[in-house]
């Protein structure tokens, strides 16, 4: 707030134009698809907003968004699983994988859990450090680095042959 009580919303703004696309791209690695990563960062830019007295103090702004953005993204799966359980019967069985079938990058990284995704985005993706990921999520560094680990071997195990992904020979 401002002395004559009005938001400063200068500084969001800027922050914004400035952020939105590196915020976006990693919701879309989180969420897999254009329209739920959309609504993310909206929906995280709307938080940042609110809060924003608290979120322009911090060290790194743009870290607090991605803090944010990350939550915000864990929440409503949660929520979404949440839902899901309550509407659905107790032996519904998930369908299998059809091993014959071309796995992309993201349709793997949609197949992990919530969590492991989120940590395996942030960790190498956005190239951020085990503590670093730790402190975003609230776990252990041992967690972030077993999860990570797990999470790549099921990657690797479901995209297959790393020789089909690359351009050498």
Same mark, same amino acid.
Do not use: I
């Given at each position: 707030?401002?002395?004559?009580?009005?938001?400063?919303?200068?500084?969001?703004?800027?922050?914004?134009?400035?952020?939105?696309?590196?915020?976006?791209?990693?919701?879309?690695?989180?969420?897999?698809?254009?329209?739920?990563?959309?609504?993310?960062?909206?929906?995280?830019?709307?938080?940042?907003?609110?809060?924003?007295?608290?979120?322009?103090?911090?060290?790194?702004?743009? +870290?607090?968004?991605? $803090? #944010?953005?990350?939550? =915000?993204? @864990? !929440? *409503?799966?949660?929520? %979404?699983? &949440?839902?899901?359980?309550?509407?659905?019967?107790?032996?519904?069985?998930?369908?299998?994988? +059809?091993?014959?079938? $071309? #796995?992309?990058?993201? =349709?793997? @990284? !949609? *197949?992990?859990?919530? %969590?492991? &995704?989120?940590?395996?985005?942030?960790?190498?993706?956005?190239?951020?450090?085990?503590?670093?990921?730790?402190?975003?999520?609230?776990?252990?560094?041992?967690?972030?680095?077993?999860?990570?680990? %797990?999470?790549?071997?099921?990657?690797?195990?479901?995209?297959?042959?790393?020789?089909?992904?690359?351009?050498?020979?």
């Amino acid at each position: 707030m401002t002395a004559d009580g009005s938001r400063d919303s200068t500084g969001f703004e800027e922050f914004a134009r400035a952020n939105q696309r590196r915020l976006y791209r990693t919701a879309y690695l989180l969420c897999g698809d254009a329209e739920s990563a959309r609504d993310l960062t909206q929906t995280t830019l709307a938080k940042l907003f609110q809060y924003w007295h608290r979120a322009s103090k911090a060290d790194h702004p743009a +870290a607090y968004a991605r $803090t #944010v953005l990350t939550r =915000t993204y @864990l !929440a *409503e799966r949660r929520r %979404r699983l &949440r839902d899901f359980l309550a509407h659905s019967h107790v032996d519904a069985q998930p369908s299998a994988v +059809a091993p014959e079938l $071309t #796995v992309t990058l993201l =349709t793997a @990284l !949609a *197949e992990l859990p919530p %969590r492991a &995704r989120a940590m395996v985005v942030l960790r190498y993706w956005e190239d951020l450090g085990v503590q670093t990921v730790a402190e975003l999520l609230r776990c252990s560094e041992s967690t972030v680095k077993s999860q990570c680990s %797990r999470s790549l071997a099921t990657l690797r195990t479901r995209l297959g042959d790393p020789h089909l992904y690359t351009t050498r020979s």
